[in-house]
Protein backbone atom coordinates (compact mmCIF):
# COMPACT_ATOMS: atom_id res chain seq x y z
CA UNK A 1 0.00 0.00 0.00
CA UNK A 2 0.79 3.64 -0.71
CA UNK A 3 3.85 3.91 -3.59
CA UNK A 4 6.84 5.09 -3.42
CA UNK A 5 8.99 6.53 -6.79
CA UNK A 6 12.27 8.89 -6.29
CA UNK A 7 14.28 9.90 -9.33
CA UNK A 8 17.82 11.69 -10.14
CA UNK A 9 17.54 12.33 -14.10
CA UNK A 10 16.97 15.29 -15.89
CA UNK A 11 13.13 16.91 -15.76
CA UNK A 12 13.04 14.31 -12.53
CA UNK A 13 10.14 16.26 -11.58
CA UNK A 14 8.44 14.91 -14.50
CA UNK A 15 9.42 11.39 -14.40
CA UNK A 16 8.37 11.20 -10.64
CA UNK A 17 4.95 12.57 -11.81
CA UNK A 18 4.49 10.29 -14.80
CA UNK A 19 5.95 7.29 -12.35
CA UNK A 20 3.35 7.90 -9.99
CA UNK A 21 0.37 7.86 -11.87
CA UNK A 22 1.64 4.44 -12.83
CA UNK A 23 1.72 3.20 -9.68
CA UNK A 24 -1.30 4.94 -8.04
CA UNK A 25 -2.74 1.59 -8.18
CA UNK A 26 -0.92 0.91 -4.58
CA UNK A 27 -3.29 4.44 -2.74
CA UNK A 28 -4.78 7.31 -4.22
CA UNK A 29 -6.27 9.11 -1.94
CA UNK A 30 -3.75 11.65 -1.63
CA UNK A 31 -0.20 12.53 -3.19
CA UNK A 32 2.52 14.53 -2.93
CA UNK A 33 5.98 15.25 -4.60
CA UNK A 34 9.08 17.04 -3.03
CA UNK A 35 11.25 18.43 -5.51
CA UNK A 36 15.01 19.93 -4.99
CA UNK A 37 15.33 23.25 -6.73
CA UNK A 38 18.48 25.48 -6.64
CA UNK A 39 19.61 23.43 -3.27
CA UNK A 40 16.35 23.61 -1.60
CA UNK A 41 13.72 21.26 -1.15
CA UNK A 42 10.05 22.06 -2.32
CA UNK A 43 6.93 20.48 -1.66
CA UNK A 44 3.77 20.03 -4.04
CA UNK A 45 0.66 17.74 -2.25
CA UNK A 46 -2.83 17.13 -3.25
CA UNK A 47 -6.03 15.58 -2.04
CA UNK A 48 -7.65 13.12 -4.65
CA UNK A 49 -6.50 10.91 -7.36
CA UNK A 50 -3.35 11.88 -9.40
CA UNK A 51 -4.33 10.40 -12.70
CA UNK A 52 -6.91 13.02 -13.27
CA UNK A 53 -4.49 15.98 -12.42
CA UNK A 54 -3.33 18.33 -15.07
CA UNK A 55 -1.66 21.54 -15.67
CA UNK A 56 0.31 20.82 -12.36
CA UNK A 57 3.38 23.20 -12.46
CA UNK A 58 6.43 21.68 -10.87
CA UNK A 59 9.86 23.50 -11.37
CA UNK A 60 12.64 22.20 -13.17
CA UNK A 61 14.63 19.52 -10.68
CA UNK A 62 17.28 16.66 -10.75
CA UNK A 63 16.63 15.09 -7.72
CA UNK A 64 12.53 14.06 -6.71
CA UNK A 65 10.76 12.24 -4.56
CA UNK A 66 7.20 11.20 -4.85
CA UNK A 67 4.19 9.17 -3.21
CA UNK A 68 0.50 8.46 -3.44
CA UNK A 69 -1.03 7.50 -0.08
CA UNK A 70 -3.26 5.13 1.20
CA UNK A 71 -4.27 6.52 4.70
CA UNK A 72 -3.55 4.25 7.58
CA UNK A 73 -2.84 6.93 10.96
CA UNK A 74 -4.68 10.37 10.09
CA UNK A 75 -7.65 11.32 7.72
CA UNK A 76 -7.21 11.77 3.75
CA UNK A 77 -5.39 15.49 4.13
CA UNK A 78 -2.74 17.63 2.14
CA UNK A 79 -0.97 17.77 5.84
CA UNK A 80 -0.99 14.03 6.36
CA UNK A 81 -0.04 13.42 2.82
CA UNK A 82 3.67 12.39 2.26
CA UNK A 83 6.32 13.43 1.37
CA UNK A 84 7.10 14.84 4.82
CA UNK A 85 9.61 17.75 5.49
CA UNK A 86 12.05 18.06 7.97
CA UNK A 87 11.08 21.66 10.48
CA UNK A 88 15.00 22.46 9.29
CA UNK A 89 14.10 21.40 5.62
CA UNK A 90 17.26 19.57 5.41
CA UNK A 91 15.35 16.66 3.75
CA UNK A 92 11.79 15.39 2.77
CA UNK A 93 10.56 11.84 3.64
CA UNK A 94 7.90 9.13 2.85
CA UNK A 95 7.10 5.88 4.19
CA UNK A 96 5.12 2.50 3.52
CA UNK A 97 3.97 1.03 6.40
CA UNK A 98 3.08 1.10 9.96
CA UNK A 99 4.97 2.62 12.67
CA UNK A 100 3.17 0.29 15.40
CA UNK A 101 5.41 2.22 18.32
CA UNK A 102 4.12 5.44 17.32
CA UNK A 103 1.96 6.29 20.16
CA UNK A 104 5.42 5.60 22.74
CA UNK A 105 7.55 7.65 20.35
CA UNK A 106 4.97 10.19 19.71
CA UNK A 107 4.61 11.46 23.57
CA UNK A 108 7.73 11.67 23.92
CA UNK A 109 8.26 13.61 21.16
CA UNK A 110 5.96 15.76 22.45
CA UNK A 111 7.69 15.95 25.45
CA UNK A 112 10.95 16.87 24.23
CA UNK A 113 9.37 20.36 22.92
CA UNK A 114 8.56 18.91 19.13
CA UNK A 115 5.86 20.47 17.31
CA UNK A 116 3.78 18.19 15.41
CA UNK A 117 1.75 19.56 12.24
CA UNK A 118 0.36 15.98 10.60
CA UNK A 119 -1.50 13.61 12.59
CA UNK A 120 0.55 10.69 10.62
CA UNK A 121 3.08 7.72 12.18
CA UNK A 122 5.23 8.91 9.50
CA UNK A 123 6.57 12.27 11.13
CA UNK A 124 7.22 10.63 13.87
CA UNK A 125 10.36 9.41 11.78
CA UNK A 126 10.84 12.44 10.77
CA UNK A 127 10.85 14.45 14.52
CA UNK A 128 13.21 10.84 16.22
CA UNK A 129 15.54 11.66 12.93
CA UNK A 130 15.99 15.38 13.58
CA UNK A 131 16.69 14.52 17.03
CA UNK A 132 18.73 12.02 15.97
CA UNK A 133 20.55 15.02 14.30
CA UNK A 134 20.61 17.10 16.72
CA UNK A 135 22.47 15.06 18.97
CA UNK A 136 24.99 14.24 16.80
CA UNK A 137 25.67 17.69 15.51
CA UNK A 138 24.40 16.84 12.54
CA UNK A 139 23.74 19.59 9.56
CA UNK A 140 23.52 16.85 7.20
CA UNK A 141 21.31 14.00 7.76
CA UNK A 142 24.01 10.83 7.39
CA UNK A 143 23.68 7.19 7.24
CA UNK A 144 24.32 6.39 10.74
CA UNK A 145 22.03 8.34 12.30
CA UNK A 146 19.44 7.16 8.99
CA UNK A 147 19.63 3.39 10.23
CA UNK A 148 19.68 4.50 14.39
CA UNK A 149 15.88 5.84 13.75
CA UNK A 150 15.19 3.16 11.55
CA UNK A 151 16.06 0.41 14.48
CA UNK A 152 13.68 2.22 16.63
CA UNK A 153 10.94 1.83 14.97
CA UNK A 154 8.42 -1.57 15.67
CA UNK A 155 6.80 -3.14 12.68
CA UNK A 156 7.69 -3.17 8.87
CA UNK A 157 8.25 0.26 7.05
CA UNK A 158 9.73 0.89 3.84
CA UNK A 159 11.29 4.50 4.20
CA UNK A 160 12.86 6.97 1.12
CA UNK A 161 14.46 10.21 1.91
CA UNK A 162 15.75 12.81 -0.38
CA UNK A 163 18.12 15.55 1.08
CA UNK A 164 19.27 19.03 0.19
CA UNK A 165 22.83 17.84 -0.17
CA UNK A 166 21.65 15.45 -2.92
CA UNK A 167 21.41 12.16 -1.37
CA UNK A 168 18.43 9.21 -2.09
CA UNK A 169 18.32 7.03 0.99
CA UNK A 170 16.06 4.12 1.43
CA UNK A 171 15.79 1.62 3.85
CA UNK A 172 12.99 -1.64 3.35
CA UNK A 173 11.61 -4.12 5.50
CA UNK A 174 8.62 -5.73 4.16
CA UNK A 175 6.89 -3.22 1.51
CA UNK A 176 8.79 -3.83 -1.84
CA UNK A 177 11.28 -1.45 -3.05
CA UNK A 178 12.97 -1.62 -6.49
CA UNK A 179 16.02 0.80 -7.87
CA UNK A 180 16.13 1.28 -11.91
CA UNK A 181 19.76 2.55 -14.16
CA UNK A 182 19.33 3.74 -17.50
CA UNK A 183 22.34 4.62 -20.00
CA UNK A 184 22.15 8.06 -18.93
CA UNK A 185 23.37 6.81 -15.82
CA UNK A 186 19.92 7.90 -14.20
CA UNK A 187 18.75 6.80 -10.89
CA UNK A 188 15.00 5.53 -10.15
CA UNK A 189 13.71 4.39 -6.90
CA UNK A 190 9.96 2.58 -6.98
CA UNK A 191 7.29 0.29 -5.32
CA UNK A 192 7.03 -2.08 -8.27
CA UNK A 193 9.54 -2.86 -11.32
CA UNK A 194 6.80 -2.70 -14.01
CA UNK A 195 5.99 1.21 -13.01
CA UNK A 196 10.12 1.42 -14.16
CA UNK A 197 9.85 0.66 -17.48
CA UNK A 198 9.63 3.56 -19.16
CA UNK A 199 12.35 4.86 -17.47
CA UNK A 200 14.73 2.40 -16.74
CA UNK A 201 16.88 -0.47 -18.67
CA UNK A 202 18.03 -2.49 -15.36
CA UNK A 203 17.15 -2.83 -11.85
CA UNK A 204 17.67 -4.68 -8.96
CA UNK A 205 15.50 -5.33 -5.99
CA UNK A 206 16.28 -4.10 -1.96
CA UNK A 207 15.86 -6.36 0.39
CA UNK A 208 14.25 -6.29 3.54
CA UNK A 209 16.62 -5.28 6.14
CA UNK A 210 19.09 -3.07 3.60
CA UNK A 211 19.69 0.66 2.96
CA UNK A 212 20.43 1.78 0.32
CA UNK A 213 22.56 5.20 -0.36
CA UNK A 214 22.97 7.49 -3.45
CA UNK A 215 25.08 10.53 -3.68
CA UNK A 216 24.50 12.28 -6.64
CA UNK A 217 27.10 14.65 -6.67
CA UNK A 218 29.77 11.33 -7.44
CA UNK A 219 26.62 9.04 -8.80
CA UNK A 220 28.20 6.60 -5.98
CA UNK A 221 25.68 4.15 -5.15
CA UNK A 222 25.80 1.31 -2.95
CA UNK A 223 23.98 -1.09 -0.51
CA UNK A 224 24.48 -2.16 2.87
CA UNK A 225 22.86 -4.58 4.89
CA UNK A 226 21.71 -2.75 8.42
CA UNK A 227 22.41 -6.11 11.09
CA UNK A 228 25.89 -7.08 9.41
CA UNK A 229 26.93 -3.61 8.45
CA UNK A 230 28.09 -5.63 5.79
CA UNK A 231 28.34 -4.07 1.59
CA UNK A 232 25.93 -5.81 -0.65
CA UNK A 233 26.89 -6.96 -3.96
CA UNK A 234 25.43 -4.44 -6.64
CA UNK A 235 23.97 -6.67 -9.21
CA UNK A 236 21.53 -5.37 -11.69
CA UNK A 237 19.57 -7.35 -13.67
CA UNK A 238 18.21 -6.09 -17.63
CA UNK A 239 14.82 -4.92 -17.48
CA UNK A 240 13.42 -6.83 -20.65
CA UNK A 241 15.63 -9.82 -19.36
CA UNK A 242 13.43 -10.54 -16.19
CA UNK A 243 10.15 -9.72 -18.68
CA UNK A 244 10.75 -11.66 -20.86
CA UNK A 245 11.41 -14.75 -18.31
CA UNK A 246 8.05 -13.84 -17.01
CA UNK A 247 6.24 -13.65 -20.19
CA UNK A 248 4.98 -10.42 -19.19
CA UNK A 249 3.54 -8.20 -21.64
CA UNK A 250 4.53 -4.43 -21.61
CA UNK A 251 0.78 -3.43 -22.46
CA UNK A 252 -0.04 -1.29 -19.94
CA UNK A 253 -2.28 0.49 -21.60
CA UNK A 254 -5.97 0.34 -21.66
CA UNK A 255 -6.92 0.01 -25.24
CA UNK A 256 -10.06 0.41 -26.46
CA UNK A 257 -11.72 -0.58 -23.57
CA UNK A 258 -12.90 2.20 -20.98
CA UNK A 259 -11.32 0.63 -17.52
CA UNK A 260 -8.48 -1.85 -17.44
CA UNK A 261 -10.90 -3.68 -15.29
CA UNK A 262 -13.14 -4.32 -17.86
CA UNK A 263 -9.53 -5.03 -20.63
CA UNK A 264 -8.62 -7.34 -17.80
CA UNK A 265 -11.94 -9.26 -18.18
CA UNK A 266 -11.75 -9.27 -21.42
CA UNK A 267 -8.19 -10.94 -21.14
CA UNK A 268 -9.11 -13.77 -19.23
CA UNK A 269 -9.87 -15.71 -23.00
CA UNK A 270 -6.52 -14.79 -24.38
CA UNK A 271 -4.23 -15.69 -21.32
CA UNK A 272 -5.11 -19.15 -19.17
CA UNK A 273 -2.61 -20.93 -21.66
CA UNK A 274 0.42 -18.87 -19.88
CA UNK A 275 -0.83 -20.23 -16.84
CA UNK A 276 0.68 -24.03 -17.45
CA UNK A 277 2.79 -23.07 -20.26
CA UNK A 278 6.98 -23.56 -19.53
CA UNK A 279 5.40 -25.12 -16.21
CA UNK A 280 5.59 -28.86 -17.08
CA UNK A 281 8.69 -29.70 -14.60
CA UNK A 282 7.75 -27.56 -11.99
CA UNK A 283 4.47 -29.09 -11.42
CA UNK A 284 6.06 -31.97 -12.00
CA UNK A 285 8.16 -30.93 -8.37
CA UNK A 286 5.21 -29.50 -7.18
CA UNK A 287 3.08 -32.76 -7.31
CA UNK A 288 5.94 -34.73 -5.64
CA UNK A 289 5.90 -32.24 -3.15
CA UNK A 290 2.40 -32.48 -2.25
CA UNK A 291 2.47 -36.24 -2.65
CA UNK A 292 5.16 -36.62 0.28
CA UNK A 293 2.89 -34.20 1.98
CA UNK A 294 1.73 -35.33 5.62
CA UNK A 295 -0.43 -32.33 5.56
CA UNK A 296 -1.09 -30.25 2.47
CA UNK A 297 -2.29 -26.04 3.82
CA UNK A 298 -3.13 -23.92 1.33
CA UNK A 299 -3.20 -19.75 2.23
CA UNK A 300 -4.36 -16.54 0.26
CA UNK A 301 -6.28 -13.10 1.51
CA UNK A 302 -9.23 -11.80 -0.17
CA UNK A 303 -9.79 -13.38 -3.81
CA UNK A 304 -6.57 -15.24 -3.50
CA UNK A 305 -8.21 -16.62 -0.44
CA UNK A 306 -11.02 -18.14 -2.35
CA UNK A 307 -9.21 -19.42 -5.13
CA UNK A 308 -6.61 -21.42 -2.14
CA UNK A 309 -10.14 -22.88 -0.42
CA UNK A 310 -11.25 -24.28 -4.08
CA UNK A 311 -7.47 -25.73 -4.48
CA UNK A 312 -8.03 -27.42 -0.91
CA UNK A 313 -11.35 -28.39 -1.88
CA UNK A 314 -10.55 -30.28 -4.64
CA UNK A 315 -7.44 -31.60 -3.27
CA UNK A 316 -9.83 -33.34 -0.51
CA UNK A 317 -12.04 -34.55 -3.11
CA UNK A 318 -9.40 -36.95 -4.38
CA UNK A 319 -8.11 -37.67 -0.70
CA UNK A 320 -5.48 -35.21 0.01
CA UNK A 321 -6.09 -34.16 3.62
CA UNK A 322 -5.59 -30.14 2.25
CA UNK A 323 -6.16 -27.13 5.25
CA UNK A 324 -7.42 -23.70 4.08
CA UNK A 325 -5.20 -21.19 6.32
CA UNK A 326 -7.33 -18.11 6.76
CA UNK A 327 -3.82 -15.35 7.02
CA UNK A 328 -5.20 -13.16 9.43
CA UNK A 329 -6.31 -15.97 11.73
CA UNK A 330 -3.52 -17.99 11.45
CA UNK A 331 -2.40 -18.16 15.13
CA UNK A 332 -5.16 -20.45 15.69
CA UNK A 333 -3.39 -23.23 13.66
CA UNK A 334 -0.17 -23.02 15.17
CA UNK A 335 -0.26 -25.80 17.27
CA UNK A 336 -0.92 -27.66 14.10
CA UNK A 337 2.69 -26.98 13.00
CA UNK A 338 4.36 -28.36 15.91
CA UNK A 339 5.29 -32.09 15.13
CA UNK A 340 6.47 -33.35 11.47
CA UNK A 341 5.64 -29.53 10.18
CA UNK A 342 8.78 -30.17 7.81
CA UNK A 343 6.94 -33.05 6.09
CA UNK A 344 4.00 -30.11 5.35
CA UNK A 345 3.37 -28.06 2.59
CA UNK A 346 1.89 -24.88 1.93
CA UNK A 347 0.16 -23.73 -1.32
CA UNK A 348 0.42 -19.48 -1.53
CA UNK A 349 -1.53 -17.70 -3.90
CA UNK A 350 -0.84 -14.03 -4.43
CA UNK A 351 -1.10 -11.69 -7.46
CA UNK A 352 1.38 -9.07 -6.11
CA UNK A 353 3.63 -11.28 -3.23
CA UNK A 354 3.44 -8.04 -1.27
CA UNK A 355 0.59 -9.10 0.98
CA UNK A 356 1.79 -8.37 4.63
CA UNK A 357 -0.97 -11.03 5.96
CA UNK A 358 -0.05 -13.15 3.98
CA UNK A 359 3.88 -12.92 3.71
CA UNK A 360 3.98 -13.21 7.47
CA UNK A 361 2.38 -16.38 8.07
CA UNK A 362 4.91 -17.65 5.32
CA UNK A 363 7.63 -16.87 7.52
CA UNK A 364 5.89 -17.99 10.42
CA UNK A 365 5.51 -21.40 8.41
CA UNK A 366 9.20 -21.46 6.77
CA UNK A 367 10.62 -21.48 10.24
CA UNK A 368 8.22 -24.28 11.31
CA UNK A 369 10.30 -25.85 8.29
CA UNK A 370 6.76 -26.38 6.08
CA UNK A 371 7.68 -26.29 2.43
CA UNK A 372 6.14 -23.43 0.41
CA UNK A 373 4.79 -23.69 -2.67
CA UNK A 374 3.93 -19.96 -4.00
CA UNK A 375 2.16 -18.89 -7.36
CA UNK A 376 2.72 -15.05 -8.00
CA UNK A 377 2.08 -12.49 -10.90
CA UNK A 378 4.62 -9.75 -9.82
CA UNK A 379 8.27 -10.63 -10.90
CA UNK A 380 10.40 -9.70 -8.05
CA UNK A 381 8.34 -10.15 -5.32
CA UNK A 382 9.14 -11.13 -1.73
CA UNK A 383 7.04 -14.28 -1.49
CA UNK A 384 9.11 -15.52 -4.18
CA UNK A 385 12.01 -14.84 -2.17
CA UNK A 386 10.35 -16.93 0.46
CA UNK A 387 8.85 -19.82 -1.16
CA UNK A 388 10.79 -23.64 -1.86
CA UNK A 389 9.54 -23.69 -5.29
CA UNK A 390 7.86 -20.52 -7.21
CA UNK A 391 5.42 -20.26 -9.89
CA UNK A 392 4.49 -16.91 -12.03
CA UNK A 393 1.31 -17.12 -13.44
CA UNK A 394 2.07 -15.12 -16.33
CA UNK A 395 -1.36 -13.60 -16.81
CA UNK A 396 0.45 -9.89 -17.58
CA UNK A 397 -0.31 -6.91 -15.05
CA UNK A 398 -3.15 -6.41 -13.35
CA UNK A 399 -3.40 -3.04 -13.16
CA UNK A 400 -7.45 -2.93 -11.89
CA UNK A 401 -7.71 -3.08 -8.55
CA UNK A 402 -10.06 -5.66 -7.91
CA UNK A 403 -8.29 -9.06 -9.09
CA UNK A 404 -10.02 -10.35 -12.44
CA UNK A 405 -7.48 -12.18 -14.34
CA UNK A 406 -5.10 -12.97 -11.68
CA UNK A 407 -7.46 -14.81 -9.66
CA UNK A 408 -9.02 -16.79 -12.50
CA UNK A 409 -5.17 -17.81 -12.93
CA UNK A 410 -4.88 -18.95 -9.73
CA UNK A 411 -7.88 -20.81 -9.38
CA UNK A 412 -6.81 -22.35 -12.72
CA UNK A 413 -3.45 -23.33 -11.22
CA UNK A 414 -5.66 -25.37 -8.57
CA UNK A 415 -7.46 -27.10 -10.73
CA UNK A 416 -4.44 -27.97 -12.90
CA UNK A 417 -2.32 -29.69 -9.81
CA UNK A 418 -5.01 -31.47 -9.01
CA UNK A 419 -5.91 -32.74 -12.22
CA UNK A 420 -2.47 -33.65 -12.92
CA UNK A 421 -2.65 -35.23 -9.03
CA UNK A 422 -5.54 -37.64 -10.43
CA UNK A 423 -3.89 -38.98 -13.49
CA UNK A 424 -4.41 -36.41 -16.25
CA UNK A 425 -1.74 -35.97 -18.64
CA UNK A 426 0.37 -31.90 -19.68
CA UNK A 427 -0.50 -32.50 -22.97
CA UNK A 428 -3.92 -33.35 -22.78
CA UNK A 429 -4.67 -30.18 -20.13
CA UNK A 430 -3.37 -27.67 -22.57
CA UNK A 431 -5.70 -29.11 -25.48
CA UNK A 432 -8.59 -28.49 -22.57
CA UNK A 433 -7.54 -25.35 -21.86
CA UNK A 434 -6.75 -23.92 -25.57
CA UNK A 435 -10.47 -25.11 -26.05
CA UNK A 436 -12.24 -23.18 -22.99
CA UNK A 437 -10.30 -20.54 -23.99
CA UNK A 438 -11.65 -20.56 -27.86
CA UNK A 439 -15.17 -21.04 -26.33
CA UNK A 440 -14.62 -18.07 -23.66
CA UNK A 441 -14.13 -15.77 -26.99
CA UNK A 442 -17.22 -17.03 -28.60
CA UNK A 443 -19.06 -15.97 -25.24
CA UNK A 444 -18.05 -12.30 -24.85
CA UNK A 445 -18.19 -11.98 -28.44
CA UNK A 446 -21.96 -13.12 -28.25
CA UNK A 447 -24.32 -9.71 -27.99
CA UNK A 448 -27.33 -11.48 -26.90
CA UNK A 449 -25.25 -12.65 -23.53
CA UNK A 450 -23.05 -9.28 -23.01
CA UNK A 451 -26.69 -7.37 -23.60
CA UNK A 452 -28.29 -9.34 -21.42
CA UNK A 453 -25.66 -9.22 -18.25
CA UNK A 454 -25.55 -5.56 -18.93
CA UNK A 455 -29.52 -5.29 -18.46
CA UNK A 456 -29.41 -7.37 -15.57
CA UNK A 457 -26.67 -5.51 -14.18
CA UNK A 458 -28.64 -2.04 -14.66
CA UNK A 459 -31.88 -3.79 -13.04
CA UNK A 460 -29.43 -5.03 -10.17
CA UNK A 461 -28.24 -0.81 -9.44
CA UNK A 462 -31.69 -0.65 -7.94
CA UNK A 463 -31.25 -3.04 -4.96
CA UNK A 464 -28.91 -2.34 -1.90
CA UNK A 465 -28.76 -5.84 -0.72
CA UNK A 466 -27.70 -8.90 -2.94
CA UNK A 467 -27.21 -12.84 -2.36
CA UNK A 468 -25.16 -15.41 -3.57
CA UNK A 469 -25.37 -18.72 -3.84
CA UNK A 470 -23.50 -21.43 -4.54
CA UNK A 471 -22.28 -25.03 -4.01
CA UNK A 472 -20.03 -27.49 -4.23
CA UNK A 473 -17.73 -27.18 -6.98
CA UNK A 474 -19.51 -23.66 -6.89
CA UNK A 475 -19.29 -22.48 -3.69
CA UNK A 476 -16.11 -20.08 -4.04
CA UNK A 477 -17.16 -19.47 -6.70
CA UNK A 478 -20.42 -17.87 -5.28
CA UNK A 479 -17.73 -16.23 -2.47
CA UNK A 480 -15.56 -14.23 -5.37
CA UNK A 481 -18.39 -13.42 -6.94
CA UNK A 482 -20.07 -11.59 -3.94
CA UNK A 483 -16.39 -9.94 -3.15
CA UNK A 484 -16.19 -8.35 -6.56
CA UNK A 485 -20.08 -7.16 -6.36
CA UNK A 486 -19.19 -5.43 -3.03
CA UNK A 487 -15.63 -3.68 -4.19
CA UNK A 488 -16.11 -1.88 -7.51
CA UNK A 489 -20.28 -1.63 -7.55
CA UNK A 490 -20.48 -1.45 -3.66
CA UNK A 491 -23.92 -3.34 -3.61
CA UNK A 492 -23.87 -5.42 -0.34
CA UNK A 493 -23.34 -8.91 -1.48
CA UNK A 494 -23.38 -12.05 0.60
CA UNK A 495 -21.77 -15.56 -0.83
CA UNK A 496 -22.78 -18.73 0.88
CA UNK A 497 -23.43 -22.03 0.37
CA UNK A 498 -27.53 -22.70 -0.78
CA UNK A 499 -27.17 -25.49 1.94
CA UNK A 500 -27.20 -22.45 4.25
CA UNK A 501 -29.86 -20.69 3.07
CA UNK A 502 -32.74 -22.46 5.12
CA UNK A 503 -30.40 -22.09 8.31
CA UNK A 504 -31.12 -18.56 9.01
CA UNK A 505 -30.59 -16.48 5.61
CA UNK A 506 -34.24 -17.37 4.27
CA UNK A 507 -35.41 -14.46 6.87
CA UNK A 508 -34.15 -12.08 4.46
CA UNK A 509 -35.53 -13.26 1.48
CA UNK A 510 -39.31 -11.01 0.88
CA UNK A 511 -40.90 -9.57 -2.64
CA UNK A 512 -37.94 -8.91 -5.24
CA UNK A 513 -34.82 -9.18 -3.37
CA UNK A 514 -32.39 -10.33 -5.48
CA UNK A 515 -30.26 -13.47 -5.40
CA UNK A 516 -27.75 -14.61 -7.75
CA UNK A 517 -27.27 -18.37 -8.07
CA UNK A 518 -24.50 -20.43 -9.34
CA UNK A 519 -25.61 -23.75 -11.34
CA UNK A 520 -23.63 -26.16 -12.17
CA UNK A 521 -24.78 -29.48 -14.10
CA UNK A 522 -23.50 -31.88 -11.24
CA UNK A 523 -24.42 -33.74 -8.50
CA UNK A 524 -25.63 -30.37 -6.85
CA UNK A 525 -27.66 -29.39 -8.95
CA UNK A 526 -31.12 -30.85 -7.85
CA UNK A 527 -29.78 -28.88 -4.54
CA UNK A 528 -29.53 -25.70 -5.99
CA UNK A 529 -32.89 -25.72 -7.55
CA UNK A 530 -34.66 -26.81 -4.05
CA UNK A 531 -33.43 -23.63 -3.04
CA UNK A 532 -33.74 -21.31 -5.98
CA UNK A 533 -37.83 -23.07 -5.79
CA UNK A 534 -37.81 -21.60 -1.95
CA UNK A 535 -35.78 -18.59 -3.05
CA UNK A 536 -39.06 -18.12 -5.82
CA UNK A 537 -41.77 -18.97 -2.93
CA UNK A 538 -40.94 -16.05 -0.80
CA UNK A 539 -40.92 -13.97 -4.01
CA UNK A 540 -37.43 -13.38 -3.99
CA UNK A 541 -35.84 -12.80 -7.90
CA UNK A 542 -33.45 -15.34 -8.72
CA UNK A 543 -30.55 -14.86 -11.37
CA UNK A 544 -29.49 -17.99 -12.49
CA UNK A 545 -25.31 -18.36 -14.08
CA UNK A 546 -26.01 -21.77 -16.11
CA UNK A 547 -25.40 -23.66 -18.91
CA UNK A 548 -29.11 -24.21 -19.20
CA UNK A 549 -32.33 -22.49 -18.58
CA UNK A 550 -34.88 -23.59 -16.27
CA UNK A 551 -38.38 -22.25 -15.78
CA UNK A 552 -37.56 -21.54 -12.28
CA UNK A 553 -35.15 -19.17 -13.04
CA UNK A 554 -36.34 -14.72 -12.97
CA UNK A 555 -33.38 -14.46 -14.90
CA UNK A 556 -31.01 -16.63 -16.69
CA UNK A 557 -27.08 -15.61 -17.56
CA UNK A 558 -25.96 -18.35 -20.28
CA UNK A 559 -22.61 -20.05 -19.34
CA UNK A 560 -20.04 -20.49 -22.37
CA UNK A 561 -20.69 -23.78 -24.26
CA UNK A 562 -18.59 -25.97 -22.99
CA UNK A 563 -18.44 -28.91 -19.72
CA UNK A 564 -15.09 -27.70 -18.74
CA UNK A 565 -13.79 -25.59 -16.13
CA UNK A 566 -17.41 -24.14 -14.99
CA UNK A 567 -15.78 -22.62 -11.60
CA UNK A 568 -13.79 -20.43 -14.30
CA UNK A 569 -16.62 -19.03 -16.54
CA UNK A 570 -19.35 -18.97 -13.90
CA UNK A 571 -17.36 -15.86 -12.05
CA UNK A 572 -17.18 -13.63 -15.12
CA UNK A 573 -20.42 -12.84 -15.42
CA UNK A 574 -20.59 -10.78 -11.55
CA UNK A 575 -17.22 -9.58 -12.92
CA UNK A 576 -19.48 -7.64 -16.12
CA UNK A 577 -21.91 -7.42 -13.52
CA UNK A 578 -19.81 -5.11 -11.35
CA UNK A 579 -18.26 -3.28 -13.78
CA UNK A 580 -21.88 -1.90 -15.51
CA UNK A 581 -23.06 -1.81 -11.99
CA UNK A 582 -20.24 1.05 -11.19
CA UNK A 583 -20.27 2.96 -14.57
CA UNK A 584 -24.19 2.98 -14.01
CA UNK A 585 -23.79 4.64 -10.65
CA UNK A 586 -20.83 7.25 -12.21
CA UNK A 587 -18.10 4.93 -9.79
CA UNK A 588 -14.47 4.40 -10.90
CA UNK A 589 -13.80 0.70 -11.78
CA UNK A 590 -10.43 0.82 -11.94
CA UNK A 591 -9.61 2.36 -7.98
CA UNK A 592 -12.55 1.79 -5.92
CA UNK A 593 -13.08 3.65 -2.94
CA UNK A 594 -10.90 2.38 0.23
CA UNK A 595 -9.29 -0.32 -1.70
CA UNK A 596 -5.72 -0.82 -2.74
CA UNK A 597 -3.78 -3.04 -5.04
CA UNK A 598 -0.84 -3.99 -2.83
CA UNK A 599 -1.88 -5.00 0.80
CA UNK A 600 1.41 -4.32 2.36
CA UNK A 601 0.47 -3.32 5.60
CA UNK A 602 -1.12 -5.26 8.43
C1 LIG B 1 -10.06 -8.58 -4.57
C2 LIG B 1 -8.63 -8.41 -4.37
C3 LIG B 1 -8.07 -8.71 -3.03
C4 LIG B 1 -6.76 -9.49 -3.17
C5 LIG B 1 -6.10 -9.68 -1.80
C6 LIG B 1 -4.80 -10.46 -1.91
O1 LIG B 1 -10.45 -8.19 -5.85
O2 LIG B 1 -7.92 -8.01 -5.26
O3 LIG B 1 -8.99 -9.39 -2.23
O4 LIG B 1 -7.05 -10.72 -3.76
O5 LIG B 1 -5.85 -8.44 -1.22
O6 LIG B 1 -3.91 -9.80 -2.74
P1 LIG B 1 -2.69 -10.58 -3.37
O7 LIG B 1 -3.27 -11.54 -4.37
O8 LIG B 1 -1.84 -9.54 -4.01
O9 LIG B 1 -2.01 -11.29 -2.25
Not at 35 to 44: C, I, M, N, Q, R
Not at 114 to 138: A, P, Q, R
Amino acid sequence: MCGIYASFSLNAEKRVFEGLKRIEYRGYDSWGVATLVDGKLELKKEVGKLSGQKNIKFAESKLCLGHTRWATHGEVTKINAHPHLAKNKSFALVQNGVVENYQEHKSKLIDDGYNFISKTDTEIIVGLLEKEMEHNSEKNLSTSSFINVFNKLAGRNTVVVITTQGRIMAIRDGSPLVVGRNSKRELYFSSDVLSMSPDVDEYLVINSGQIAVFNSSDSCFEITDIKTGKRVGVEFIPLEHKLDLANITMDIGKDSYESYMFKEIHEQSNMLLNVIRDSKQKFAVAVEMIKNARQVFTLGCGSASYATGNTAYLLRKIGILALTVEAYEANSYLELLNNGSEKSVCIVFSQSGETADTNEVVELMKRKGVKIISVVNMPGSTLTQLSNLSFMLQVGPELAVASTKAFLGQALWGIIISDILSGSKFNDLEIKINEFEYKLKEWFANKKIQNNIKKIAKNLTKHEHVFVLGRGDLYYAGLESALKLKEISYIHAEGFSSGELKHGVIALISKGTPVLCLVAEDENKANMLSAISEVRARGGKTIVIAKENNELYSNWIQLPDTNDYIFLSSIIPSQLMTCYMAVEKGYDVDKPRNLAKSVTVK
